[in-house]
């Protein structure tokens, strides 16, 4: 099985069998489309749900807004022979993992019911909120979805001893 992965500002659009697509959240969401009957998928992973009103946003960073990057998923789905009314989503991230940063996570998953629901397009699954940062796998021709929370911490390890360099020798230190 061939691997795609995909960081903030990107997406994955799929029309082959036997290819995962994959990225890991926090505050983020990501949207799994597709097409039960074109066989065809796609994954965006968006940073916020869009700019604020004077908020100047160039070209470039526009994909890294939902109201962007769905945009940029559903057209290209569409230009690979899906239709938009048969659209079927996942819905992933939307964390409030960082207590400083406010309710991000949250905004951005109410962005995404808001935008699905704008668009009529079924939320088939949605796995948003909560505290975890999340790993999201999709198979795009078969519409099928796994999610996995990421523990909250990493587990305490025993240190381990670095190896220190000789004593001596012609190195001479300033």
Do not use: W
């Not at 039960?36 to 940073?47: D, Q, R, S, T, Y």
């Not at 962005?111 to 397009?121: L, Q």
């Not at 948003?128 to 979805?145: I, M, N, Q, Y």
């Amino acid at each position: 099985m061939r691997r795609v992965s995909i960081v903030q500002g990107e997406n994955a659009i799929v029309t082959e069998p036997d290819v995962m697509v994959s990225t890991l959240l926090g505050s983020c969401v990501a949207a799994c489309l597709y097409d039960p009957v074109a066989k065809v998928g796609g994954m965006n992973h968006f940073l916020l749900g869009e700019p604020s009103a004077d908020h100047r946003v160039s070209a470039g960073d526009m994909q890294r807004y939902g109201v962007h990057a769905m945009e940029l998923l559903i057209n290209g789905l569409m230009a690979k022979g899906a239709m938009r009314t048969r659209l079927r989503a996942h819905l992933y991230g939307g964390a409030n993992i960082v207590s400083g940063l406010g309710s991000i996570g949250s905004s951005n998953a109410a962005f995404a019911h808001r935008f699905m629901a704008d668009e009529g397009i079924e939320v088939a699954h949605a796995d948003l909120g909560g505290t975890s940062a999340r790993k999201v796998e999709f198979l795009p021709h078969e519409g099928k979805s796994r999610c996995t929370k990421v523990a909250d911490r990493v587990p305490d390890r025993p240190p381990v001893p670095i190896a220190l360099p000789p004593v001596g020798g012609d190195l001479e230190l300033f």
